[in-house]
């Protein structure tokens, strides 16, 4: 069992930047692939980045060039860095757990998070 805690979500303006973070705690070491979803209201929900155990990324394109993942294998914690955020990537956002190699969007994630809002206003 994993379980995982999001946290640093709030409200902050376009432009300006955030950092989610996600800690895992449990059978940490069946985390090979930590992801990141969004979910606004009244949509439905959406990947946006995840980061396998040695590193490889995987973005949405909703936020290639502007989002950054990643991962502190050390602290079983992984981070979702927004920069230049807009206000359609308001949401909130889940933290998600793999057990088994997989490429990104394609995981069966097995352990999710309660999620962590994120409002961006204009």
């Known amino acids: 069992q994993v379980q995982l805690v999001e946290s640093g979500g709030g409200l902050v303006q376009a432009g300006d930047s955030l950092r989610l973070s996600c800690a895992a705690s449990g059978r940490t070491f069946s985390s090979y692939v930590m992801g990141w979803f969004r979910q606004a209201p009244g949509k439905e929900r959406e990947f946006v980045a995840a980061?396998?155990?040695?590193?490889?990324?995987y973005y949405a394109q909703s936020v290639k060039g502007r989002f950054t993942i990643s991962r502190d294998n050390a602290d079983n914690t992984v981070y979702l860095q927004m920069n230049s955020p807009k206000p359609e990537d308001t949401a909130v956002y889940y933290c998600?757990?793999?057990?088994?190699?997989?490429?990104?969007?394609?995981?069966?994630?097995?352990?999710w998070g309660r999620g962590t809002q994120v409002t961006v206003s204009s």
């Open positions: 998600a757990s793999s057990r088994v190699a997989c490429s990104g969007s394609k995981c069966r994630y097995d352990y």
């Open positions: 980061i396998s155990v040695s590193g490889n990324t």
